[in-house]
């Protein structure tokens, strides 16, 4: 079984920054793609950023330029450094990774963590 927890999340003013981490445990053969996902307040969940390796990153047109993904293989982690911090990206942000277990390739999600922008 394998679990992501993220962390970081918080209140920040507009033009504030933050850094969301996800830490992936478990049964872990290995890792492919990660990413981060968010739903804002009466919104659909929406892709924010993906990688696959530090030179394979997916950006949402809102956040490039602000975010930035990044992963550590040897921790099995997932960052996401957010700056500009506007109060619509106020929402609760997901990690995602898909991960090889035992025997099979899952596709896998954290409890979420609510960032909160505003003045």
């Known amino acids: 079984q394998v679990q992501l927890v993220e962390s970081g999340g918080g209140l920040v003013q507009p033009g504030g920054s933050l850094r969301l981490s996800c830490a992936a445990s478990g049964s872990i053969v290995s890792i492919g793609a990660m990413g981060w996902y968010r739903r804002g307040p009466g919104k659909q969940r929406e892709l924010v950023a993906t990688?696959?390796?530090?030179?394979?990153?997916n950006y949402a047109d809102s956040v490039k330029g602000r975010f930035t993904i990044s992963r550590d293989n040897a921790k099995n982690m997932v960052y996401l450094q957010m700056n500009s911090l506007k109060p619509e990206d106020t929402a609760v942000y997901y990690c995602?990774?898909?991960?090889?277990?035992?025997?099979?390739?899952?596709?896998?999600w954290g409890q979420g963590t609510q960032v909160t922008v505003s003045s």
């Open positions: 995602n990774a898909g991960i090889y277990t035992r025997d099979r390739w899952t596709n896998n």
């Open positions: 990688i696959i390796t530090d030179k394979s990153t």
